[in-house]
């Protein structure tokens, strides 16, 4: 993979390798790299649960971080349903999610087990399709700062391997928040990626208008202009919405 540019979408994936058909340790190198050198890191979190998701074989990724205000807060997630689904438990302030931020512990969880731990979002979550849940913590100088939360809809628990991966992958995610040594860099880079989320947020919902396609289409559409435009998504997002507020 090679560096980009201030502006590029991202960084370029070897085009005879589409995403589902890497290998796990290629995804992870790829995934590193493009970390580093995409200069949005809305964008950048945003191709890393993808890649999170195609790595350990699962059906949906998200991350949670502590928010400004303490708070558990949605950074990113690979679909609007995910999205939707980890909105929900904060909101209710439980579930996996909630609860590996909180403790700085991971959670395992399959099955029926999922409604009996957790009685308000277990249903929802089941009702979602997903029958294994597994949280890495993500650890700043000890202290929790986020948790990356991966969903399969078999009740297969993510085998050794994968689990090592999926610890690495939350490691990354970590420094790639941290960039710096103290706390304070953390929070403000969790404040810059909840401020482009939010931006992000609002295009898909132009998109929605404009287009009258699904939320769960939105993204992608929004990702097919910022490759055709050769400019990053949190840029085509930006000129969206000021060519909507633009519009009488």
Same mark, same amino acid.
């Not at 009740?155 to 790639?176: G, I, Y």
């Not at 989320?197 to 919902?205: F, H, L, M, N, P």
């Given at each position: 993979? %090679?560096?980009?540019?201030?502006?590029?979408? @991202?960084?370029?994936?070897?085009?005879?390798?589409?995403? @589902?058909?890497?290998?796990?340790?290629?995804?992870?190198?790829?995934?590193?790299? !493009?970390?580093?050198?995409?200069?949005?890191?809305?964008? =950048?979190?945003?191709? /890393?649960?993808?890649?999170? =998701?195609? $790595?350990?074989?699962?059906? !949906?990724?998200?991350?949670?971080?502590?928010?400004?205000?303490?708070?558990?807060?949605?950074?990113?997630?690979?679909?609007?349903?995910?999205?939707?689904?980890?909105?929900?438990?904060?909101?209710?302030? #439980?579930?996996?999610?909630?609860? %590996?931020?909180? %403790?700085?512990? @991971?959670?395992?969880?399959?099955?029926?087990?999922?409604? $009996? *731990?957790?009685?308000?979002?277990?249903?929802?979550?089941?009702?979602?399709?997903?029958?294994?849940?597994?949280?890495?913590?993500?650890?700043?100088?000890?202290?929790?700062? @986020? %948790?990356?939360?991966?969903?399969?809809?078999?009740?297969?628990?993510?085998?050794?391997?994968?689990?090592?991966?999926?610890?690495? /992958? $939350? !490691?990354?995610?970590?420094?790639?928040? +941290?960039?710096?040594?103290?706390?304070? *860099?953390?929070?403000?880079?969790?404040?810059?990626?909840?401020?482009?989320?939010?931006?992000?947020?609002?295009?898909?919902?132009?998109? /929605?208008?404009?287009?009258?396609?699904?939320?769960?289409?939105?993204?992608?559409?929004?990702?097919?202009? !910022? #490759?055709?435009? +050769? *400019?990053?998504?949190?840029?085509?997002?930006?000129?969206?919405?000021?060519?909507?507020?633009?519009?009488?």
């Amino acid at each position: 993979m %090679s560096g980009a540019s201030p502006g590029d979408p @991202g960084v370029p994936r070897d085009p005879g390798r589409p995403r @589902g058909h890497r290998d796990p340790r290629d995804v992870f190198v790829e995934s590193v790299l !493009a970390l580093v050198t995409t200069p949005e890191m809305t964008d =950048a979190l945003n191709d /890393f649960v993808r890649d999170v =998701a195609e $790595a350990l074989h699962v059906d !949906a990724v998200g991350i949670l971080v502590r928010g400004p205000s303490g708070e558990a807060e949605l950074l990113c997630a690979t679909s609007h349903r995910m999205a939707e689904l980890a909105i929900y438990a904060v909101g209710h302030k #439980e579930g996996p999610c909630v609860e %590996s931020l909180r %403790s700085g512990v @991971g959670v395992i969880m399959t099955g029926e087990a999922i409604c $009996a *731990r957790w009685p308000s979002v277990g249903p929802y979550i089941e009702a979602a399709g997903f029958r294994m849940i597994t949280t890495i913590p993500m650890l700043w100088q000890d202290a929790p700062v @986020g %948790s990356l939360n991966v969903f399969r809809r078999s009740p297969q628990e993510l085998t050794a391997a994968e689990m090592l991966l999926a610890q690495s /992958f $939350a !490691a990354v995610a970590t420094l790639a928040l +941290g960039q710096g040594s103290t706390n304070d *860099r953390v929070a403000g880079s969790v404040v810059s990626v909840l401020n482009g989320r939010v931006v992000i947020e609002q295009a898909k919902g132009i998109l /929605f208008q404009q287009r009258g396609i699904d939320m769960q289409e939105t993204y992608e559409a929004l990702r097919a202009m !910022a #490759e055709s435009s +050769g *400019r990053s998504v949190s840029q085509t997002a930006r000129d969206l919405i000021s060519d909507a507020q633009r519009r009488p």
